[in-house]
């Protein structure tokens, strides 16, 4: 018998949380499944049952067999209103690379951020990447979570503390639709693993107000031409086509960016867009790797909040760039 971890998104808003349960089953992939969408928001009680479709498979670093990635359809076998991936499945094909930032914060069950239990600590500085016990909240949690997602095939390219007490970064690396899969997987790991040590996630882009850095998901991405048939003109193009539809941009990257998105804290203001080499203060950077590599390489789209839908990002930038 197989223990399967069904994963999937609920209908909450504005941004979905993660939902689970487990299947024990003797076939040897998981079959279809259903669900009470009363208690997720994502259906009415009388006509309750909503549907999982499983869209990707991953050997379990927990205590199942498997993790099943799945997306929701009615129960009349229709797209479900919340499934944001069929859209980003549409456009996203296997030549689009996407590493994701993804910074967050722990804190204890309470809420309040580890570390800052006896009120505010000292002034940012000390911390990022920091090391020592008076430096540095959760490590424990973070590496456990590196270990996990690497022993379930998600390419984590790395992780570090970050620039507030308690706050934390990985990055993830993945290709066409499965990169957002592996991006909701890794979260769904940091929640299972932080459950363990007694500690919660906060997603949230501005958790702690202050001069405090809020926490976003940077997006890395490109595609064939621009790793490999590059120039100035074409990165300039791809940053000018985004600018272009920049509010529909801010609209799909998460709720409650404006409070991060200040023109402080190395970003740009939420209601500009500019685009620059090096720049951490622009809302798309043009890094250092794609000129050394003579205009072949990638760009950073800077304005992601970390709580933002993956299928979401995915599904704007490349529908933008494909039109
Ligand atoms: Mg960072």
Not at 79 to 105: C, I, K, L, M
Not at 148 to 174: D, H, K, P, R
Request: glycine share 10%.
């Amino acid at each position: 018998m197989k223990k399967y971890e069904y994963i999937w998104l609920d209908g909450y808003k504005p941004e979905p949380m993660l939902r689970s349960k487990i299947k024990v089953e003797d076939s040897g992939n998981p079959p279809d499944w259903a669900f009470d969408g009363s208690s997720t928001q994502q259906a009415e009680g009388s006509k309750s049952d909503c549907l999982l479709l499983p869209v990707q498979e991953y050997e379990s670093p927990l205590f199942s067999d498997s993790l099943v990635m799945c997306q929701v359809e009615t129960g009349e076998h229709k797209t479900h209103p919340s499934n944001t991936r069929v859209a980003a499945a549409e456009v996203v094909t296997d030549e689009w690379w996407f590493g994701f930032e993804q910074e967050y914060f722990f804190t204890d069950q309470n809420g309040v951020i580890l570390g800052w239990e006896d009120g505010v600590p000292r002034p940012q500085g000390d911390y990022y990447c920091g090391v020592g016990s008076s430096n540095v909240q959760g490590r424990e949690i973070s590496e456990a979570h590196l270990d996990a997602c690497l022993e379930a095939g998600i390419e984590l390219s790395g992780t570090n503390a970050e620039v507030a007490l308690g706050q934390w970064e990985y990055q993830c690396f993945g290709r066409g639709i499965k990169a957002a899969d592996d991006l909701w997987i890794s979260r769904y790991l940091l929640h299972k693993i932080a459950e363990d040590f007694g500690a919660s996630v906060n997603l949230h882009p501005k958790p702690q107000e202050g001069d405090w850095n809020g926490s976003g998901m940077h997006t890395n991405f490109s595609n064939n031409e621009m790793r490999s048939n590059g120039s100035e003109e074409l990165f300039n193009s791809i940053c000018e086509k985004l600018g272009s539809v920049h509010d529909k941009g801010i609209a799909a990257y998460g709720s409650d960016n404006d409070k991060r998105l200040t023109g402080l804290h190395e970003t740009q203001k939420i209601t500009e867009f500019s685009y620059a080499k090096f720049d951490r203060g622009a809302s798309i950077r043009i890094p250092i790797f794609t000129l050394e590599h003579n205009w072949n390489g990638y760009l950073e789209d800077r304005r992601p909040a970390s709580n933002a839908d993956p299928y979401k990002i995915l599904a704007h930038l490349v529908g933008t760039l494909i039109s």
